[in-house]
Structure formats: C-alpha cells, structure tokens
C-alpha cells in the first residue's frame, strides 16, 4: 500500500540533478535507485511501479518490483515523487517537480485526465462552500465518466483523454 508523503516538491531538471539532490541529502545513489529515476524522466506521464519494473517499454532495465517500490517511496519522503491512485488501477507516479496537475478520472473505460489545477477551481470553490474543505485533486482524482462515455459512445478508438496501456488492458467492456 502507497502512502502519501506530503514533502514539499524538489526541482531536478534531469536525472543528473536528481542524483546530485540525492547525495546533497546523504542518501546513496545505488543502480536500483537510478534506474528508477530514469524511468521517471523518461516517461511522459504517470506510471506506474509495475511498469518501471518491467522497464517501461524498453527504455530501461527491468528491476525487482519490490526494489522499485522502496526506491519510489524514498523519492517521494524526499520530495521527487508524487503518486496518485487514478480509478481502479495501482497508484502511479511522477515527477513531483513537473507541473501540478490535478487528476480526472473515468469510471467507464479507465481513461484519466491530467488538468492545470485552475481548470477544478470552481469545485474546489463549491466543495469549500458546501462543507468547508479545502479540496485536492492530485492524490484521488474526480471519478465519473469521460465525454465518450458519456455519450454512450460504446467503440474502442481512443479519446483525447490520456489511456496507457495498463488503463486499455483494465478498461472494462461497455454494457
């Protein structure tokens, strides 16, 4: 199980500068560990452990699973990671670093959106006024069904919304 971490984030603008931040901490920098930021840095959103470990697509070494988790879990106490439980699927990770995002996420096909924290200010507005809260999208994302769902769109082509392949393998079939 994830555990959110609430450091502030750290800036690294490659895998260099992350691993002179790591040293700058005390922490050692051991193959497991640069393995996991170079999946990191070069994927182009969030993913997940499973996917670093089986070497996201080729573009590093497979590791042990466990070993990610810990690593994945050090970076975040640290400040270099955030992850986010986006629907039914694993949490999944990212920079911490990169832009803030906020999360959307479709109960009907598995489909997330990553929006510019503006884009949900009005319900976080209207959460505020009806409860009190303080809402935040980062960690859980807003649930409910993407525009193609919506619409009852039953076909398989991909929508603008952002599906990785863990999402297009879980999506369950439309009634």
Request: charged letters at 25%.
């Amino acid at each position: 199980m994830t555990v959110f971490h609430p450091a502030p984030a750290l800036e690294a603008s490659d895998v260099d500068a992350a691993v002179a931040l790591l040293r700058s901490r005390g922490l050692r920098l051991s193959a497991a560990r640069r393995v996991v930021l170079e999946a990191l840095y070069a994927a182009d959103g969030p993913v997940s452990a499973d996917q670093i470990a089986a070497g996201l697509d080729g573009a590093v070494p497979p590791s042990d699973l466990a070993s990610v988790y810990r690593n994945l879990d050090t970076l975040e106490q640290l400040g270099l990671v955030r992850h986010a439980h986006l629907g039914h699927g694993p949490g999944l990770y990212t920079l911490a670093a990169s832009r803030r995002r906020e999360y959307l996420a479709c109960d009907g096909c598995g489909a997330f959106a990553a929006v510019e924290p503006a884009v949900l200010d009005p319900v976080r507005d209207a959460v505020r006024a009806a409860t009190g809260y303080e809402a935040r999208f980062t960690h859980f994302p807003i649930v409910g069904l993407c525009p193609r769902c919506a619409d009852g769109d039953r076909g398989r082509t991909r929508s603008p919304w952002r599906a990785g392949p863990e999402r297009e393998a879980r999506a369950h079939a439309h009634p």
